[in-house]
Each structure stands twice: as structure tokens, then as C-alpha cells.
């Protein structure tokens, strides 16, 4: 499985944390000593904290089994695409939840690739955050997997959120992740609606959409 960009926060914290303890043992003067020794158990919180949380969600967690992922998708599916990042590996547990449908895996950047589908019952999104960095970029991604669904598909977003538990742990760089309000607006912004949702951890969720036209099933 892909590893986030927030996982580099860990190996960044840790040693700022070094730097700045080193820093503070060299510093003479009271104040400076001070300083140095709290951005030192700041940093080495980060650094800490991240590095627990990455080691439980990508691989002490259900998020890579995939069990959980049969909450989000249609009934019946039989044909489906996953949109997910190229460095990314799916092993046998996602064909375990999925069975025998046929899978399509494109990168988010290569619309041509998936764009050209049509009648699909579902569209699996998993961490595309990073190739879609701006609203505009959700909205028109939202409004082209709509098009590739069947009446009753539904769109499942898979990401990471900007959040309390995001923040605390990962710290400012949380902040280049938009929150979950942000996918669900540029979801309703092209034509879909929220069915819904399952928190796979404090910092992962799952978000089902399915066309405005489509009642819940």
C-alpha cells in the first residue's frame, strides 16, 4: 500500500527533535536553553506520535484488509474501477471483498484511462488527495466518475482527512489535507449525494456517493 506523504512526519520530527535537544544542551543562557527544549519535545512529539499512528493504521489496522469496504459498495458489482495513485499495491484482500467483478486500476492524472468507461457499478478513490489539490480539481474528478457510473453506482473516497486526531498527531502538515466537508461539497457540487460513510481509523475514511437521481438502497 502506498505510504502518505504524512508519514513523513515521524523521521522529519524526530530529528528536529534531535537538532533542537542538541541545540539547547549547547545553549549558555537560560531563556534560549528554554526554547530549544520545547521545540525539542515538540518536535519529538510529532515525530513520536507519527510514528505510532503510521505503524497502526498502514499496518496494525483493518484499513489494508478491506473487510470494511463491503459497508461502502453497491449491492451488486460486477464491473469496477479503482483510481488510486501508480505506486500503490492491492493484494488478494481487496479481490476477497470484491469477488469475481472485473477490476480497472488507473492513476488519477491519466483521465483518458478511465474516463472512457461507461456503466460502472462502482469507482473506488484511494488517497488521490495529493493529484487533486485544489476544489476546482474535486469537483471536475467528481463530475467525470459520475459519468462512467450505471444509474444506481456509487463513488467511494477513500482518504485522508484534516482533523482533530490528523492535526495533534501529524502536526501543520495535517493542514495540506482538506477536510472531510470539503470532499462531501465538491461531491454535491457535481451531482452526487452522501449514502455512506465508514471511519476505518481516526485519520482514514470511507465516503459512499451515489447520483442525486438514485434513491438509498
Not at 527533535?17 to 510529532?46: D, E, I, K, N
Not at 506520535?49 to 497502526?56: D, K, M
Not at 469496477?80 to 470484491?98: I, Q
Request: proline share 8%; net charge positive.
Amino acid at each position: 500500500m502506498k505510504r502518505s506523504p504524512l508519514q513523513r512526519v515521524p523521521v522529519v520530527g524526530l530529528v528536529l527533535a534531535a537538532l533542537t535537544g542538541w541545540c539547547a544542551r549547547r545553549s549558555h543562557r537560560a531563556l534560549p536553553r528554554v526554547l530549544w527544549w520545547a521545540l525539542s519535545v515538540v518536535f519529538g512529539w510529532f515525530g513520536a506520535a507519527g510514528l505510532v499512528a503510521s505503524w497502526w493504521v498502514y499496518e496494525a489496522s483493518e484499513l489494508r484488509r478491506w473487510r470494511w469496504l463491503s459497508e461502502l459498495l453497491p449491492l451488486r458489482l460486477r464491473r469496477y474501477l479503482v483510481v488510486a495513485p501508480r505506486d500503490m499495491e492491492f493484494g488478494p484482500e481487496l479481490r476477497e471483498v470484491t469477488g469475481s467483478a472485473h477490476v480497472t486500476v488507473v492513476p488519477p492524472e491519466s483521465e483518458r484511462e478511465w474516463t472512457v468507461h461507461k456503466g460502472l457499478d462502482a469507482v473506488l478513490v484511494v488517497f488521490a488527495a495529493d493529484d487533486l489539490p485544489e476544489p476546482a480539481d474535486r469537483e471536475r474528478f467528481f463530475e467525470q466518475a459520475r459519468r462512467t457510473l450505471r444509474e444506481d453506482g456509487r463513488i467511494v473516497v477513500v482518504e485522508q482527512h484534516r482533523g482533530p486526531a490528523t492535526t495533534a498527531v501529524f502536526g501543520p502538515v495535517a493542514w495540506r489535507l482538506p477536510p472531510r466537508t470539503e470532499w462531501e461539497r465538491a461531491a454535491t457540487a457535481a451531482g452526487l449525494r452522501l449514502v455512506a460513510a465508514r471511519r476505518v481509523t481516526p485519520f482514514v475514511t470511507g465516503l459512499a456517493f451515489t447520483p442525486l437521481t438514485h434513491p438509498r438502497r
